[in-house]
């Protein structure tokens, strides 16, 4: 509905911008969700001078006319943007008397009194980057509010940022007076909601070809103001924080309001792990990649192992959250500038949407220790992803004795009888198997615990000393001392496996078995099987991939021989190599497939290949000839 005020601004709208409106209203109608978008002006020739036609402030117009716009909230929580403490922010604070109230200002002054108000303020003196950061720590907004003074292009970043900080039901306003016009070629906040104004009732099928973050804003809008005074976007949907680990303890606890409780129970210190061995590249090419990531020094962060109490959803692929936060033991790679999570819909680098399908529809009672991965049953993610987060067991189950280890079936594997491959390590390592709990379905929690992993197989690659003792402690229990002793080992991958595939994989055996190597494909042998050769190996050499993960059963580990191919980014061997001391070589490859310039293609990183003996070949023979 339009007052009267509004309906005389739009009788004075250009003939163009009626043919626009009208088009657009129409194909609004046409797939029946008219009533999402409230398109009061589309018109880019009318800039506000800040006094409107009806003599209103803007302030006054958002609290009267737009009023129905405002989510009806008992726990209404508001934010305002400005460069100071003004009439216009202390009329909309008085407005708003009695919802949570957070201020960003640009800078403070002495006449400023948001006690009068119940204001919680807050200084930005940056830009759009630092106002998001300076908002996070309160969670989900209903209302955001900018009156920022601020060039055109600017508005259109913190519009990008903020948008996904509202909660569904929610909206952004901006005053379009504190919008100062466009440089020649910079971006403008009303021709980007006017051109996703199209986009309000469009299929989410049909938003595929969108970059992120637009995809997302376009599949969030619900509703559009674009007037001579405001410009205000409702919002559909609701995004969640992805919660980095470093600062998860205060941000997880201030974003709840108190509703979830975050008790550390033990750190270990920052530190540096340095190779005892040399590692070397074999006939890189320079144009490619692939040396990165083989550093002899790899700094590893604070760990953290936390108790959350409170209501959390745990999820399948890893994924555990609250009402308005996604903790960070969701995070396989959890010192990625983006975080990463294949099960979320990722926005940008802080924020990302759940998947409904993946809510839970039951409560299990109990306190848990996490241990599920990205994917569930895979022996080199469990090796990478749920064993590296061990080493909180102990601590957690003494704090505890109630605690249990909660781990997902595999989706895949649903009627896999036991003992699963969880059950054998998690026995190895001492647990009782009456502590460990199984569930196929997402499950609500009241009171879970995390650790920060020993392992992370991203940039920045790190590995924790003290995993070294966690593989200990398993192979004490686990290795079979009747296995075979072979000095030399190559680990091989069946030429049937879709991930990787080497074609000429007959002939590189043949090489290392003329040196002396045992050829062995790991996963044909029991698990003690395996970690009793890798015990006594004392050259490792194999193409990369999960088989090479039972390094961490080694004893008398002196050189390691890893053949890949250039889009392969994994590091694992290179992790296993320096925690054990060992001497590596390094061999590339080309793919079949290669990652575009400048961007990275999964089907590259698991592209076939073949062993390039041209390149290769010499320096292999050299190498194997050597080692005596």
Same mark, same amino acid.
């Given at each position: ?60 117009? #958002?609290?009267? *006319? ?25 009329? #909309? ?8 109230? &957070? ?33 996070? $720590? ?91 005074? @405001? ?14 680990? *470093? ?85 396989? &790679?959890?010192? *990625? ?30 306190? @848990? ?55 054998? &390590? ?33 940039? $920045? ?16 229990? #686990? ?48 698990? $003690? ?81 073949? &062993? ?17």
């Amino acid at each position: 509905m339009t007052d009267d005020s509004t309906r005389q601004q739009i009788d004075s709208m250009s003939r163009a911008a009626k043919a626009t409106a009208g088009r657009t209203a129409r194909r609004l109608r046409r797939t029946g969700r008219a009533s999402l978008a409230r398109l009061n002006r589309l018109s880019g020739e009318l800039v506000s001078t800040g006094v409107r036609k009806d003599g209103s402030a803007p302030r006054s117009a #958002l609290l009267g *006319r737009y009023s129905s716009l405002i989510p009806q909230r008992s726990d209404l929580k508001v934010a305002i943007v400005a460069n100071e403490w003004s009439d216009a922010v202390r009329e #909309l604070a008085e407005g708003f008397k009695g919802a949570r109230l &957070f201020v960003v200002l640009k800078s403070g002054n002495s006449s400023w009194d948001p006690d009068r108000y119940g204001a919680k303020v807050v200084l930005a003196g940056g830009g759009p980057v630092q106002i998001s950061e300076r908002l996070l $720590p309160f969670g989900h907004l209903d209302v955001v509010i900018n009156l920022r003074s601020d060039t055109d292009g600017r508005h259109v970043k913190m519009w990008r940022l903020l948008y996904f900080h509202l909660r569904a039901g929610g909206i952004y306003a901006v005053d379009r007076s504190s919008i100062m016009p466009a440089a020649k070629g910079e971006p403008s906040l009303f021709r980007r909601l006017r051109d996703l104004s199209a986009y309000v009732s469009t299929p989410p099928s049909e938003l595929a070809t969108l970059e992120e973050p637009n995809k997302s804003i376009a599949e969030s809008i619900e509703s559009l103001v674009i007037d001579s005074d @405001y410009l205000i976007v409702g919002k559909g949907n609701t995004h969640h924080l992805k919660v980095r680990d *470093r600062v998860a303890t205060r941000m997880l606890r201030r974003r709840s309001g108190g509703a979830l409780q975050v008790t550390p129970l033990a750190t270990k210190p920052e530190g540096t792990l340095t190779s005892a061995g040399k590692i070397v590249s074999h006939a890189h090419d320079p144009a490619e990649s692939a040396a990165d990531g083989l550093d002899a020094q790899l700094p590893y962060p604070k760990l953290y192992l936390r108790r959350y109490e409170g209501r959390l959803c745990v999820g399948p692929g890893g994924v555990v959250h609250d009402d308005s936060s996604i903790l960070p033991d969701s995070f396989r &790679f959890h010192l *990625r500038a983006d975080l990463p999570q294949a099960r979320l819909n990722n926005v940008d680098e802080r924020f990302a949407r759940l998947r409904l399908q993946d809510l839970p529809e039951k409560t299990l009672p109990g306190a @848990y220790y996490y241990l599920d991965y990205s994917n569930s049953g895979h022996f080199g993610h469990l090796m990478t992803e749920g064993m590296p987060k061990f080493w909180g067991w102990d601590i957690a189950k003494r704090a505890d004795p109630d605690l249990k280890i909660l781990l997902r079936i595999p989706e895949r594997y649903p009627d896999r009888p036991e003992p699963r491959l969880e059950n054998v &390590f998690l026995d190895a390592y001492g647990v009782d198997p009456d502590d460990i709990v199984w569930v196929d379905e997402p499950v609500w929690v009241e009171s879970l615990v995390g650790a920060t992993p020993m392992w992370h197989d991203a940039p $920045p690659f790190y590995a924790h000393p003290e995993l070294k003792g966690v593989w200990q402690r398993i192979g004490d229990a #686990l290795i079979d001392d009747t296995a075979p002793e072979y000095e030399r080992i190559f680990v091989s991958r069946p030429v049937t496996y879709k991930n990787r595939s080497c074609r000429n994989v007959a002939e590189v055996e043949r090489v290392f078995a003329e040196h002396g190597f045992e050829i062995l494909q790991p996963q044909r042998l029991s698990l $003690p099987q395996q970690a009793g050769i890798f015990s006594k190996a004392r050259v490792v050499a194999g193409f990369g991939g999960s088989g090479m993960f039972n390094l961490m059963f080694a004893r008398n580990l002196e050189t390691m021989i890893v053949l890949n191919h250039e889009a392969y980014t994994a590091r694992n061997e290179h992790l296993y190599g320096v925690v054990l001391g060992a001497d590596e070589h390094w061999f590339w490859s080309s793919p079949d497939i290669g990652h575009p310039d400048g961007g990275a293609l999964y089907a590259a990183h698991q592209s076939s290949w073949e &062993f390039d003996f041209d390149r290769n070949g010499a320096d292999l023979e050299r190498l194997l000839g050597e080692l005596g």
